[in-house]
């Protein structure tokens, strides 16, 4: 089936992520997914985040497509109670084909670890787009929107008790919500029935090391222990 045919057939497919909801229509041609943007991904399309691989490996639904080294499709627990949405790959993470390996994820990690969650055990990690923006600048809108497929299909399979998005373009990519991330990190936010909470980037930590009260730093610091507080009322 030609994409022209496959999208007048199916349309663009955005429906409702929840587990029990399978959207893929009888005579979808999942082969097509990786060539365009046009081409929806239909709920349902993936049977587990690694079915998800080689469509990622291959894909060119957007421009990031052609200066990636790796894609960078998540690491972590895929039945974690937490799923961790950040913006984008950078240079390490290209390089190793992991989210959050950098320095701003050795930060996470530590953020993590000082309420006793473990990156491997208790979080999947993930970001908006698969592929790095050249010089790390931010995804674009339509860079985002061809990602964000990938990303629900994610978010379906872990089907997560609570989703921490990581800086304004996570939240923007996700929930269309444009508003600054000082403005709104640290208040959960219902999400298509997901639990989820804006924080501030890692990286925005790094560059703001003081611990004050209402620093960054110690802002995060308030997050992560609601974040563990509500998890802990979810898992009681
Ligand atoms: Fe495909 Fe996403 Fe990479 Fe764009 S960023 S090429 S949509 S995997």
């Not at 200066?67 to 974690?80: F, H, L």
């Not at 790095?132 to 995804?139: D, H, I, K, V």
Request: glycine share 8%; net charge neutral; with cysteine.
């Amino acid at each position: 089936m030609a994409p022209e045919e496959q999208i007048s057939l199916f349309g663009s497919l955005e429906p409702s992520i929840s587990p029990a909801s399978s959207a893929v229509p009888a005579h979808f041609d999942p082969a097509l997914i990786p060539t365009s943007a046009k081409v929806p991904i239909p709920v349902g399309t993936y049977g587990s985040i690694d079915e998800m691989v080689p469509h990622c490996t291959t894909c060119h639904r957007c421009e990031l497509g052609q200066s990636r080294i790796n894609s960078v499709i998540g690491r972590g627990n895929p039945q974690a109670p937490i799923l961790v949405i950040g913006e984008g790959p950078g240079q390490n993470e290209d390089e190793t084909g992991l989210p959050f390996v950098g320095r701003a994820g050795q930060l996470l990690e530590k953020i993590l670890a000082s309420v006793k969650l473990s990156a491997e055990q208790d979080v999947y990690l993930c970001n908006i787009v698969k592929c790095r923006p050249p010089g790390n600048r931010t995804p674009t809108a339509d860079e985002s929107d061809a990602c964000k497929p990938y990303v629900l299909e994610q978010i379906r399979l872990v089907n997560p008790k609570i989703i921490l998005l990581t800086g304004a373009t996570a939240v923007r990519g996700l929930t269309g919500d444009k508003r600054g991330i000082t403005k709104i990190r640290g208040q959960w936010i219902d999400w298509q029935g997901y639990l989820c909470m804006p924080i501030l980037h890692p990286a925005y930590l790094l560059r703001n090391p003081s611990k004050e009260p209402n620093s960054p730093k110690w802002l995060m610091w308030q997050d992560i222990k609601a974040i563990r507080v509500k998890l802990d009322e979810l898992t009681a």
